[in-house]
């Protein structure tokens, strides 16, 4: 089976560093799936494209441990499938990351990209990709006088990085084959919710792709789309439909109670530090006594995907006005943020490595100092609870810690007591009588006088 990626951005051959294959060798890696092998048709400044061509032994599926084949004439050798996807895994591991030591900023770039699978299940392609950015170029491949296959040749356009191109294929092509070549087990839930980061909650058929990557195994269907739901870029409402009893997702009621205590605060010019894809911004856009609404991110792409998912170029003239995204760092001074009455930063802190939270603790509460502060972060004695997350795992793969409600308390009163805030510490989500609640809130308050 085959896989070309093509790039015009110049110079093209920057494809080579972003994949961590040299444009002038043709290399071979032998992987689970066969033998995978990278070379490029054409490499030179104007364009660049990279070819990874999968060689898979049909007797030897057929025979291999676990195989639920029974006839050596079959389609897996050459229809993109579950075995493209762990080959693409396993050759591109470090660009699907989004790890570039030669070209660090591009490889957080979009760039114009196409993607061509000659075999490849079309019946969703449309539906699944486009939302992601994508065009998609489809000729069916014809069967016989009867009319036309399943398969068909596909090219997909658009402008991604390269790391979330690589990731939307690693984890669509087994959903559109509706297949897998090896038993699903939890394990696929944490590849999925990594592969998936940062779009597949927000995809309107999400709970479509997480059926059918997880093999409709619904216990693993329910964990995935729970701890999705606990994700800030996440639409959780439209995850609860696939639970087993619909329930108000943890996401739902953290954003709800976040709203609520902005109104108790009798705030009105609102900042959302560390954004990320603008779940929160839709939730305070609802409420018209929010009339103004800055959206603060690190990342250019997140602050792109807030702008895409809250139809900023489809807003009316009034409500545009109300709502303001902007590039910074919660971690440097940054006095434009000052003089507003509140600043929320949910699920942001654990993000940080923490000898950077001085750094965030002085930005925040000496250089913008609101006169409400809401902080929201996981309570990691909750974890144990989800069933399919390894002990001493973290919720998000970025995380850089989890806090106990002990640690969370004593941070957040060393910060009220150091920059002249009250603070008060509330549950949020349905609270364990040992472990507590799931997620847990301080809310940081100036005095009259200050």
């Known amino acids: 089976m085959l896989l070309t990626l093509t790039t015009t951005h110049r110079p093209a051959t920057d494809l080579g560093h972003l994949l961590h294959k040299h444009p002038e060798r043709a290399q071979s890696f032998s992987t689970s799936s066969g033998t995978a092998h990278v070379f490029y048709p054409r490499a030179d400044e104007e364009e660049c494209t990279v070819a990874l061509l999968l060689e898979v032994d049909p007797v030897a599926l057929v025979r291999g441990p676990g195989s639920t084949l029974t006839q050596y004439v079959n389609d897996r050798p050459y229809v993109a499938n579950s075995l493209l996807t762990v080959a693409l895994g396993s050759v591109f591991r470090t660009a699907m990351n989004g790890r570039s030591e030669s070209r660090e900023e591009l490889a957080g770039t979009p760039i114009p990209l196409a993607v061509r699978i000659p075999v490849l299940p079309h019946r ?4 699944l990709f486009t939302p992601l950015g994508w065009t998609a170029d489809i000729t069916p ?3 016989d ?3 036309d296959s399943r398969y ?3 090219t997909l356009t658009g402008t991604l990085t390269l ?7 690693y984890v669509l092509l087994p959903v559109l084959d509706g297949s897998k070549h ?5 394990d696929e839930v944490d590849k999925l919710l990594r592969a998936g980061e940062g779009w597949l909650g927000g995809h309107p058929d999400c709970e479509l792709i997480t059926t059918r990557y997880l093999m409709r195994r619904r216990p693993l269907v329910q964990s995935a789309l729970s701890r999705l739901a606990d994700v800030d870029e996440v639409e959780p409402e439209e995850l609860d439909n696939a639970l087993a009893e619909p329930r108000v997702s943890l996401a ?3 954003r709800e109670v976040v709203v609520a205590q902005l109104k108790e605060a009798g705030a009105r010019r609102v900042l959302d530090l560390g954004c990320g894809g603008g779940a929160l911004l839709r939730a305070l856009l609802a409420e018209p006594g929010f009339t103004e609404i800055h959206g603060v991110d690190v990342s250019a792409q997140a602050l792109h995907v807030a702008a895409r998912k809250l139809g900023v170029d489809r807003m009316g003239d009034r409500q545009r006005a109300r709502l303001t995204l902007r590039q910074s760092s919660l971690t440097y001074a940054d006095p434009e943020l000052a003089g507003y009455d509140a600043a929320v930063l949910m699920e942001v802190v654990e993000h940080l490595d923490p000898v950077r939270l001085p750094a965030l603790e002085h930005s925040v509460f000496v250089v913008a100092r609101p006169r409400t502060v809401l902080v929201t972060t996981p309570n990691v004695e909750y974890n144990e609870l989800f069933e399919t997350l390894p002990a001493g795992q973290f919720r998000h793969s970025d995380h850089r810690f989890e806090w106990t409600r002990a640690e969370f308390r004593t941070w957040a009163d060393g910060v009220a007591q150091r920059r ?4 008060r510490h509330l549950p949020v989500g349905p609270a364990d009588a040992d472990r507590g609640a799931p997620t847990q809130l301080a809310v940081f308050t100036l005095g009259d006088d200050d």
């Open 124 to 127: 969703l392609v449309e539906r």
């Open 141 to 143: 491949i014809a069967l």
């Open 145 to 147: 006088e009867h009319g």
């Open 152 to 154: 068909a040749d596909v």
């Open 163 to 169: 790391s979330d191109a690589l990731k939307h294929l």
């Open 182 to 186: 090896y038993y699903v087990a939890e």
């Open 252 to 254: 739902v009621q953290r």
């Open 420 to 423: 002249g805030y009250a603070v």
